[in-house]
């Protein structure tokens, strides 16, 4: 057999193409189940990012259960999830055109259960025993910042009652098995989910009001996630109070740490409806954590804490629904897509019922993620998964090193995913190496890893990223003179800043990313407009601190070409962001391209979009290094080039 021949890094043919991306690809998410059907949101880029809800019988029969127009999201925090709900048969979701919560019952036409108005909801349970949903709601209709309650709505007459109020937000109201309690948690300015939360439980009434609450677990400084019933009436949360999201079971006067050990069982809440555990039809919790990027699941007993591992071939597991010894997750590979998985938890047996890619990817051209831990500044460390070319009908001329994409993932509190993606292969098929780094401040390491961007936001996971390629560079994986970074969202700030303060990267891209900060401490959502006082410090007294960290307001010290992706309808970055920093770059000529879309917010959902974005990144990258990418691109204009 022969050897590939020798060709240029960035010019290799490939089988993943941005339009198989595009229209091979949609989302996942919002697993759950009713009785023994299983249910699953998908947002098809080839419907215009349409969300819609789907069900798969014990027959194995798909069906959609949201007809169009219908689009199921939730804008509550703007990021939404816990859009929808079926329970007994019954469906409930949330149009994302009026923010109306719809109910249908199986073989019928929707029907509006809320009114018109600037009312959004989220987080939706049944309440049976009283004939309501309750659920999470976020009241713009008074002006200034929305107020958010937890309150029920009459499934007959429609009829509001407010259960809990007078915090800055609510999530996961969940009902005891006997209807008499209501859990929830509540936080406040200037917290994030993940920085502190509180626990509380309210007696329910026979009419459904509320009392008292009582403090259950959680503080400023302790991180509770996901409260559930057990069947006798305790309730397990997760707690980062020891370092690390573990899990407990509290009868209301004590609890306990059923599974004491470094790995998190928790998640960065930035949505509604997240869920790494389940509780069995025996009692036993099936509860997925992350050690050092990767996570596992385990059966976990929670009256004798006996542990035992469920082996399956995923390293990441998300969105755990149980019921009876049938559960469905969300769950992906290296090797593997994130696939909407039936598990059968007596005997440990799987099928993948949807996934989220249909392009059937050759193993002989998948890049598999290397995990790295390097030191960083400081004498620190961090940590990413590296990706190299892979391509088997290809190899680099003697002594050319692979050109490095550094990708800083966003949040910035979240962390990047293991999962087989095909836009990381799209890269790594052409001749290109990945690098997705973990920075300081992500999740799945632990409180003090994730609090160790607190105050250096800017500089931190910029260090992390710097020495990163440095890093690669100096093992001969990558070469030195193509380093480039992109990011979206807060991964694009981080790629903006690194390509202003320091002069490694050749090249960036940055989606939907943040080049002003002071803008974005002014013009921003209720969910994140303390965020920064955090990660940088409270505005306007830190203002000083802005400035400085502010790519825009030092795009004299820019001297690399860059290219902007950015969503017109997006209110968590506004375009402005993106607009600005375009009009420095011109000013300064160097090169810059910038790709608007319209009808697009935070994180394209549009099929077209996908692949004019991938497609423009790399003709962008072939004219900054002189190479001619494989196939036929649109153009791109890219000014002062």
Same mark, same amino acid.
């Given at each position: ?7 240029? @890094? ?65 804008? *509550? ?6 859009? @929808?709900?079926?329970?007994?048969? &019954? ?11 719809? /109910? ?11 009114? +018109? ?17 309750? @659920? ?87 991180? *509770?996630?996901?409260? &559930? ?8 949360? *997760? ?29 960065? /809440? ?139 993932? #966003? ?64 093992? #001969? ?88 992706? /950015? ?14 920093? *375009? ?14 879309? &319209?009808?697009?917010?935070? #994180?394209?959902?549009?099929? +077209? ?24 691109? &649109? ?7």
């Amino acid at each position: 057999m022969m050897d590939p021949p020798n060709t240029p @890094c960035g010019t290799w043919t490939s089988p993943v193409t941005a339009a198989s991306i595009s229209a091979g690809s949609m989302r996942l998410g919002s697993v759950f189940m009713d009785g023994e059907s299983r249910y699953w949101l998908e947002g098809r880029p080839q419907e215009g990012g349409r969300n819609v809800l789907v069900r798969s019988t014990v027959a194995g029969v798909f069906e959609d259960l949201t007809p169009a127009p219908y689009n199921v999201r939730t804008r *509550v925090h703007e990021y939404g999830g816990g859009a @929808c709900l079926v329970a007994e048969g &019954e469906i409930f979701f949330i149009h994302d055109a009026d923010q109306r919560i719809y /109910q249908k019952p199986m073989g019928a036409s929707p029907r509006a259960l809320t009114d +018109e108005g600037a009312r959004r909801y989220a987080d939706l349970v049944v309440d049976k025993t009283r004939r309501r949903l309750v @659920c999470v709601c976020e009241d713009h209709s008074a002006g200034g910042e929305p107020v958010n309650t937890i309150i029920a709505v009459g499934l007959d007459g429609g009829e509001v009652n407010t259960l809990a109020s007078g915090h800055d937000f609510y999530s996961n109201p969940r009902l005891s098995a006997d209807g008499s309690w209501l859990s929830y948690l509540v936080w406040d300015h200037p917290r994030m989910p993940w920085d502190g939360t509180e626990l509380f439980v309210s007696p329910l009434a026979d009419n459904g009001d509320a009392g008292e609450p009582t403090l259950i677990a959680g503080g400023v400084s302790e991180s *509770v996630f996901q409260p &559930e019933w057990l069947a006798d009436g305790d309730l397990c949360f *997760v707690s980062d109070r020891s370092g690390w999201w573990n899990l407990y079971r509290s009868n209301g006067a004590s609890d306990v740490n059923l599974f004491p050990v470094e790995a998190e069982f928790g998640r960065p /809440q930035w949505v509604f409806g997240m869920r790494t555990y389940g509780v069995t039809g025996d009692g036993r919790l099936l509860a997925a954590c992350c050690r050092k990027g990767a996570w596992e699941l385990h059966l976990v007993d929670p009256d004798t804490g006996t542990v035992e591992p469920v082996v399956l071939p995923f390293s990441d597991i998300e969105d755990i629904s149980v019921s009876g010894n049938a559960a469905t997750l969300l769950a992906g590979a290296p090797d593997r897509p994130t696939a909407v998985v039936a598990l059968d938890v007596s005997d440990g047996s799987w099928e993948v019922l949807r996934t989220s890619a249909v392009l059937d990817l050759n193993h002989a051209f998948v890049s598999l993620p290397e995990p790295v831990r390097f030191e960083t500044a400081a004498g620190q460390h961090a940590h990413g998964f590296y990706y190299p070319p892979k391509n088997p009908n290809a190899t680099p001329p003697e002594n050319e090193k692979p050109p490095l994409i550094v990708i800083g993932h #966003g949040g910035p509190t979240g962390a990047t995913s293991t999962t087989l993606r095909l836009p990381v292969q799209y890269w790594t098929t052409r001749g290109f190496a990945v690098f997705d780094v973990n920075y300081r401040g992500s999740t799945g390491y632990g409180r003090a890893y994730r609090t160790a961007l607190y105050g250096v936001w800017g500089v931190a996971d910029v260090e992390d990223c710097v020495h990163a390629a440095r890093y690669l560079a100096r093992q #001969g994986l990558a070469d030195h003179d193509r380093l480039i970074i992109r990011g979206g969202s807060a991964g694009g700030y981080t790629a903006l800043a690194a390509l202003t303060f320091h002069d490694v990267f050749k090249a960036g891209a940055s989606y939907y990313g943040i080049g002003e900060l002071e803008a974005l401490a002014k013009d921003t959502h209720k969910f994140e407009s303390h965020y920064l006082d955090q990660l940088i410090g409270p505005y306007p007294d830190c203002r000083d601190v802005y400035a400085a960290r502010s790519p825009l307001n030092h795009a004299d010290k820019l001297t690399c070409p860059v290219i902007f992706f /950015q969503g017109l309808e997006d209110k968590v970055v506004p375009p402005n962001q993106a607009e600005m920093m *375009v009009g420095a770059l011109k000013k300064k000529r160097i090169p810059v391209a910038y790709l608007a879309f &319209e009808g697009e917010q935070h #994180g394209f959902r549009k099929a +077209e979009t996908i692949r004019r974005t991938l497609e423009a990144e790399l003709y962008f990258y072939g004219r900054v290094f002189g190479f001619t990418p494989d196939g036929e691109i &649109e153009p791109v204009e890219i000014m002062n080039g």
